[in-house]
């Protein structure tokens, strides 16, 4: 299958930045789009940032004018830059990603998430 490994989060005053990243890996074919979501404690999971193969890229109105998401088609890779940091933004952030992959037998899809890393912003 496809694993996803992101790294690049902590905790930051309010006002600073972090960059996340996330590295795929597997027998990948081609990956569809990626994006970043999160989820604060006693919320739903929401979508952050989402970037197609194509680069069309898509955010949540909250992040907007302060989050970048970028990917490197070649590495399989993406990363969110995260400027003016709000405590708001305090979540667990999770990588995802969407595409093919050689199978033993077979080309097949996949959907997959990465274990999450903690972003805490104080106040």
């Known amino acids: 299958q496809v694993q996803l490994v992101e790294s690049g989060g902590g905790l930051v005053q309010a006002g600073g930045s972090l960059r996340l990243s996330c590295a795929a890996s597997?027998?990948?074919?081609?990956?569809?789009?990626m994006g970043w979501y999160r989820q604060a404690p006693g919320k739903q999971r929401e979508l952050v940032a989402s970037?197609?193969?194509?680069?069309?890229?898509n955010y949540a109105d909250s992040v907007k004018g302060r989050f970048t998401i970028s990917r490197d088609n070649a590495k399989n890779t993406a990363a969110l830059q995260m400027n003016s940091l709000k405590p708001e933004d305090t979540a667990v952030y999770y990588c995802?990603?969407?595409?093919?992959?050689?199978?033993?037998?077979?080309?097949?899809?996949?959907?997959?998430w990465g274990q999450g890393t903690q972003v805490t912003v104080a106040s």
């Open positions: 995802n990603a969407e595409g093919r992959y050689r199978g033993t037998y077979s080309v097949n899809g996949f959907a997959s």
């Open positions: 597997g027998s990948i074919l081609s990956i569809i789009a």
């Open positions: 970037i197609t193969g194509g680069g069309t890229t």
